[in-house]
């Protein structure tokens, strides 16, 4: 049995009213828990065996990471992952968290599962994420990739496409001052950015009606050039100012025939 030890006193602690404060022998020796008390019945007077406060200090520690948990787990689901990163944070050991977890696994309070699943539904309710976007996020947070493939089911097809176009036709939208060309390229990039597969990003765009004519390309060609013109006119001198107007107009996605055209039939460098 070992050495048998009396509780002589037990106190509630001033800042936490639902723990104790055992005494044994006359010497503070451990805290518990209200529910680790009334289980154990302790009292003044009670023997323990060193085997008993073993047992008891390790239920309490169990006890007080669950209670933590639980406290967390208020605010929104968690995953198994991050639930061991959170008791870890908190210096609970290894075998303490794996009781930890088999107990909120037997209440129903930790499921990887559903989590993915709802959190799925979540991101397709208030976002325009596509699935790999999605899925990265899954990953980060500890879901297995199994769970992760499940959860993603609910993404079908149709939901991207019709999420992918949505948000392809408000950035069209903002962007109506850039040319044809480079508004493809840089929708056809940012939804691939936003999670969607190459494929469905290419077909979106493809979809979508931004074809204008020529003289509306030309218009906007030759408004971007007298804003460069105005900006790097001060800057530099020809050839060079040429050669600068051009490379910037190249990068907005004018083609540099277009280009070419409007440098030698026009006369803006000429201007004051």
């Given amino acids: 049995m070992g050495q048998l030890r009396t509780i002589t006193k037990i106190t509630t602690q001033k800042r936490a009213t639902n723990r104790f404060n055992v005494y044994l022998d006359g010497v503070y020796a451990f805290s518990i828990s209200e529910d680790i008390y009334v289980k154990y019945h302790l009292h003044k007077g009670k023997t323990l065996t060193n085997d008993d406060i073993d047992r008891i200090t390790d239920e309490d520690r169990i006890h007080r990471a669950y209670v933590a948990v639980i406290q967390w787990l208020s605010y929104r689901m968690r995953t198994e992952a991050e639930v061991w ?78 999420k992918a176009k949505s948000w392809a036709e408000k950035q069209l939208m903002k962007r109506q001052r850039h040319p044809v060309k480079w508004l493809k390229q840089q929708i056809q990039a940012k939804l691939v950015q936003r999670g969607y597969s190459a494929s469905l990003a290419r077909d979106t765009v493809q979809s979508l009606h931004i074809e204008r004519d020529e003289a509306d390309e030309i218009d906007l060609l030759t408004k971007s050039a007298e804003k460069l013109y105005h900006r790097y006119s001060k800057k530099y001198t020809e050839p060079e100012l040429s050669l600068r107007i051009k490379e910037r107009l190249y990068a907005r996605g004018f083609s540099i025939d277009s280009i070419n055209q409007y440098i030698d039939s026009s006369h803006f460098s000429e201007e004051e």
Avoid: C, W
């Fill in 85 to 162: 990163q959170y008791l870890r944070k908190k210096d609970y050991s290894r075998d303490v968290i794996a009781q930890v977890i088999t107990r909120l696994h037997e209440k129903k309070l930790l499921d990887d599962e559903q989590f993915a699943k709802s959190f799925v539904r979540d991101r397709m309710r208030r976002s325009t994420k596509g699935p790999n976007l999605i899925k990265q996020e899954l990953q980060q947070k500890g879901v297995p990739e199994h769970l992760v493939y499940i959860a993603l089911q609910q993404y079908t097809k149709d939901e991207q496409r019709a």
